[in-house]
């Protein structure tokens, strides 16, 4: 079993930074890829950026340049750094993992693993 909390959430002025972390517990060997993705009101959830294990990172399109995903293999922790933040950013942000599909095999447990989410307010 794999539990992930985040934490870091909160409100900040448009402009300001935050940093979100997304700490991972149980069998960790078992994940592959983690991940945040958010979810504004009202709209679906979307992916925010990617990180294998070996440090491979993939963003979305909004987010390049601006939010820098980052992984502490040794403390089983992603970070997710977001600057220049604008109101359009505000949503939960949701700490993601993918487990490898040997490990859910064998376990029976989920492919995926969610965090309970962190919520993100900026405001203008």
């Known amino acids: 079993q794999v539990q992930l909390v985040e934490s870091g959430g909160g409100l900040v002025q448009a402009g300001g930074s935050l940093r979100l972390s997304c700490a991972a517990f149980g069998n960790i060997f078992s994940i592959n890829a983690m991940g945040w993705y958010r979810q504004a009101p009202g709209k679906q959830r979307e992916l925010v950026a990617t990180?294998?294990?070996?440090?491979?990172?993939n963003y979305a399109d909004s987010v390049k340049g601006r939010f820098t995903i980052s992984r502490d293999n040794v403390k089983n922790t992603v970070y997710l750094q977001m600057n220049s933040l604008k109101p359009e950013h505000t949503a939960v942000y949701y700490c993601?993992?993918?487990?490898?599909?040997?490990?859910?095999?064998?376990?029976?447990?989920?492919?995926?693993?969610w965090g309970q989410g962190t919520l993100v307010t900026v405001s203008s």
């Open positions: 990180i294998t294990s070996g440090g491979s990172t």
């Open positions: 993601h993992a993918d487990r490898t599909p040997q490990w859910s095999a064998y376990d029976g447990r989920p492919l995926e693993v």
